[in-house]
């Protein structure tokens, strides 16, 4: 088998630099290359509705909060991957394109409640599973048991101190 981009560089580096371990290199390259390139396929799918990934984001935040779908705008960015202003933009875009509204709450009237329309929760209802269907896809050449230990490993290595995720 030909070896890939990082292990290449990987063999670059231990002609050009002998002295200095580049074993990270074969994850952590591996895992930023497979990060765009999975992100460049996941992307796909929301595009294809018009959305960006972090407006299918605050959708499917919505959607998998339960009845009634609706969250508060820090509700909204503790449970996705967005800073505060980042979903501030993204709300008024999708409010705009009729997937979402925002109400006064009730008890408190300088908050606001974001809520599904009919409209956002068929359409997110629909991306997720024409998401989970290309995320399939994506893994579809690992077994079980890879996917099993995978994902366990990449659990335990993000609740390592040294990322503070």
């Not at 959305?51 to 509700?75: H, K, M, V």
């Not at 933009?89 to 606001?112: I, P």
Request: net charge negative; charged share 25%.
């Amino acid at each position: 088998m030909e070896p890939d981009h990082v292990a290449r560089i990987m063999q670059q580096w231990h002609v050009e630099r002998p002295d200095l371990d580049v074993s990270p290199m074969g994850i952590i390259g591996r895992l930023h290359r497979l990060s765009d390139a999975l992100h460049e396929q996941l992307r796909q799918v929301f595009a294809a509705a018009g959305l960006s990934d972090g407006d299918f984001d605050i959708l499917a935040s919505l959607r998998r909060s339960g009845a009634p779908y609706e969250l508060t705008p820090g509700e909204l960015s503790a449970t996705t991957v967005l800073t505060s202003g980042a979903v501030t933009k993204r709300l008024d875009r999708l409010e705009g394109a009729g997937l979402l509204t925002r109400e006064v709450c009730a008890d408190d009237a300088r908050s606001r409640r974001i809520r599904l329309t009919t409209a956002g929760f068929e359409l997110v209802d629909r991306l997720v599973g024409e998401h989970m269907a290309n995320e399939h896809r994506l893994i579809s050449d690992l077994s079980d048991l890879e996917r099993s230990r995978l994902a366990h490993l990449l659990e335990q290595w993000g609740r390592s101190s040294q990322l503070g995720m």
